[in-house]
C-alpha cells in the first residue's frame, strides 16, 4: 500500500502561480509513473500531467506551456508547478502513482483544492 498526500492548493487570481507538492509513502524510483489529476464540479476528473521513471512527461493540452511536472526521487515526491492559471483550472487536484507492469493508476491521494479567481 503507498500514500499519497497532496499539499500547495489554494486560492490565487488569475495569472498567478501554485506549486503543488505529492509527498509519498514508497520510494517514488520504484513507481513507474506519478501524475496528477483534476476534477471540477460537476464534471469527471481528468488528466492533468504524468511522468515516468525515465522523466518522460506528458500534459493534457489544456495544460501545456503552463504547468510543469517533475519528481525528486531523493524526497519521494512529485511536484506540478502550475503558471499563468486561469478560472478554468479550479478544481480539486490529486496525486496518483502507477506500479510497473499495471496499466492504470494504482494508488490516489485525497487531492488538494485549487480555486482561480477571475
Known amino acids: 500500500q503507498v500514500q499519497l498526500v497532496e499539499s500547495g492548493g489554494g486560492l490565487v487570481q488569475a495569472g498567478g502561480s501554485l506549486r503543488l507538492s505529492c509527498a509519498a509513502s514508497?520510494?517514488?524510483?520504484?513507481?513507474?509513473?506519478m501524475g496528477w489529476f483534476r476534477q471540477a464540479p460537476g464534471t469527471e476528473r481528468e488528466f492533468v500531467a504524468g511522468i515516468t521513471y525515465t522523466n518522460a512527461r506528458t500534459y493534457a493540452d489544456s495544460v501545456k506551456g503552463r504547468f510543469t511536472i517533475s519528481r525528486d526521487n531523493a524526497k519521494n515526491t512529485v511536484n506540478l508547478q502550475m503558471d499563468s492559471l486561469k478560472p478554468e483550472d479550479t478544481a480539486v487536484y490529486y496525486c496518483?502513482?502507477?506500479?510497473?507492469?499495471?496499466?492504470?493508476?494504482?494508488?490516489w491521494g485525497q487531492g488538494t483544492q485549487v480555486t482561480v479567481s477571475s
Open positions: 496518483a502513482a502507477r506500479i510497473f507492469g499495471h496499466v492504470a493508476y494504482d494508488y
Open positions: 514508497r520510494r517514488t524510483a520504484s513507481m513507474h509513473t
